[in-house]
């Protein structure tokens, strides 16, 4: 129960005995919440598994904002033009949930993994930007990905986010595209 603390005007409250009978913990924090810049993209099938991939994030992460998407040549082989667009959401997953949840929607899309790195796809998926995170992890994270450099990449994220900054270089990816040689 409580007690009365030295100045008999504030009660001093047990915190074990209030957490064991189901109270708050004000130490508990929020969850932490980020915002990841997603890069999408098909050249099989590719206005169906846009839209699948647009319904699941929607339905995992409610507010998504998506960029017009964009119709692209191949990049590095011959085939069908892409589908591109870009993403933007907030998540309480860390980077690599993240990561392992898009995959797990990759796969579920049909997406087949262990071919050349370049080829046509169901779905491709990459977390491009996460707040302000610069890292190398498992299952092919790297933050700031290089695709950043590319113009179906740059282009979408620069329609949702033209003020956000880089954080390895400090430019907004407005003025990236603005500069951009294409």
Do not use: K
Not at 106 to 126: C, P, V
């Amino acid at each position: 129960g409580a007690r009365r603390c030295l100045t008999g005007h504030l009660p001093i409250i047990n915190a074990r005995a209030r957490l064991a009978r189901g109270g708050r913990d004000h130490r508990a924090q929020p969850p932490r919440v980020s915002t990841a810049w997603l890069s999408l993209g098909s050249n099989l099938a590719p206005e169906q598994h846009l839209q699948a991939a647009a319904q699941a994030l929607r339905e995992r992460f409610g507010d998504v904002r998506f960029s017009p998407v964009y119709r692209t040549p191949a990049v590095g082989f011959e085939g069908p033009d892409f589908l591109n667009a870009a993403a933007q959401l907030e998540t309480d997953m860390d980077v690599h949930a993240l990561n392992q949840w898009l995959h797990a929607l990759e796969d579920a899309q049909g997406r087949q993994r262990g071919g050349a790195r370049f080829a046509s796809r169901t779905l491709d998926i990459d977390i491009v930007l996460f707040d302000d995170l610069v890292l190398t992890g498992p299952g092919n994270l790297q933050l700031p990905r290089p695709e950043l450099a590319q113009a179906f990449v740059l282009l979408p994220l620069a329609e949702i986010a033209p003020g956000y900054r880089v954080p390895t270089t400090g430019q907004t990816l407005g003025a990236l595209w603005a500069a951009h040689a294409d």
